[in-house]
């Protein structure tokens, strides 16, 4: 059992905790997830590491809280304890080597893109950060990120903090007055992930995008979380899940996250209704 030691909300809809998993603390690097069950009969849910403590073995996780199952993460308090909490998985972040890097993030994203930013700043890498929210009320992380950023963007999409605008827009600015990046590294939703490939494949600047798809076991068996990379089947817990945005067919990701919406839709209204019955 692991126990929840730290909660705190950062925004309406996205939640930080501290577990005490001192075995995955110990191995874990920047860019990696764990997968967790909220009870016995729970989904698995992978989150990505936000952040550990070796000392305190402790794993920090930030999710948003989209359905059932993050909704009954989200019902935990400090002090509980969830069942299963496996990791690091998948391929750590390529770091070394690195000069200059702009990194993207978006929505919750930035929250996956935290702990890449953080890394490339402690190995003496020049981060530029750009983020984007919807909206001032779910900006999270900003602090964070110019503590380890030497230019840092905050973008909305209704101009409410920050410049109005996608993340595309400082990107491209920046990018056509000349600005040299050893890579672009992207994390959130896909369609912006598709975009920001798109503006930096003219440049031809290396990017690196990180990919969510649905996964089940993230060991490589199922097949749940396969992508198409340059023309090949990539999985992304064993193969990923940052791969090369140029070669990544956006498109059959977007269709495939599509999959089982109809299931999740019914998943976050009985789970609503339990958890309003005080039901855990
Ligand atoms: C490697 C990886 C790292 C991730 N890191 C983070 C993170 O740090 N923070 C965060 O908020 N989210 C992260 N996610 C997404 C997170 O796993 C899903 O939001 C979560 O599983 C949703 O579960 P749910 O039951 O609440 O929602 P559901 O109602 O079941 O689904 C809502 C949406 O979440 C996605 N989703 C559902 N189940 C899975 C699954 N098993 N695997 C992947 N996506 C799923 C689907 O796109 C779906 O449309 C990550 C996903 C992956 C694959
Ligand atoms: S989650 Fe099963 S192969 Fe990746």
């Known amino acids: 059992m692991y126990q929840i030691v730290r909660k705190v909300s950062l925004n309406p809809t996205v939640t930080k ?43 920090s996780i930030i999710f948003q809280i989209v359905g059932g199952g993050t909704q009954r993460l989200n019902a935990k308090e400090e002090g509980d304890y969830i069942p299963d909490f496996v990791g690091p998985l998948g391929r750590p972040t390529h770091i070394e080597g690195l000069k200059k890097v702009c990194v993207v993030g978006g929505g919750v994203g ?21 983020i984007g929210f919807r909206n001032k009320d779910l900006v999270i992380l900003e602090e964070e990120f110019k503590a380890c950023s030497t230019t840092f963007h ?11 605008g996608n993340v595309c827009v400082p990107l491209n600015e920046m990018l056509s007055a000349g600005e040299q990046f050893d890579e672009v590294i992207t994390i959130g939703p896909l369609i912006m992930m598709k975009f920001v490939c798109a503006a930096t494949k003219p440049y031809g600047v290396k990017t690196i995008a ?7 076991d993230g060991t490589g068996m199922c097949g749940g979380c396969r992508l198409t990379v340059g023309g090949e089947m990539k999985f992304a817990c064993v193969d990923g899940p940052e791969f090369d945005g140029h070669l990544i067919d956006f498109d059959e990701a977007m ?22 019955k005080g039901v855990e």
């Open 17 to 59: 905790m501290d577990i005490y998993a001192p075995f995955v603390a110990k191995k874990a690097k920047p860019g990696q997830f764990i997968i967790l069950r909220v009870d016995e009969d729970g989904e698995r849910i992978p989150l990505t590491v936000a952040d550990y403590d070796r000392e305190a073995g402790t794993v």
């Open 110 to 130: 930035c929250a996956i893109a935290l702990p890449v930013a953080k890394a490339l700043h402690e190995a003496g890498c020049e981060v530029c950060s750009i």
């Open 154 to 164: 905050m973008m909305t999409d209704d101009g409410s903090y920050g410049r109005q």
């Open 210 to 216: 990180s990919m969510n798809p649905i996964m089940i």
């Open 255 to 276: 269709s495939r996250s599509r999959t089982y919406a109809d299931f999740e839709q019914r998943e976050r209204e009985d789970s609503c209704n339990l958890l309003n």
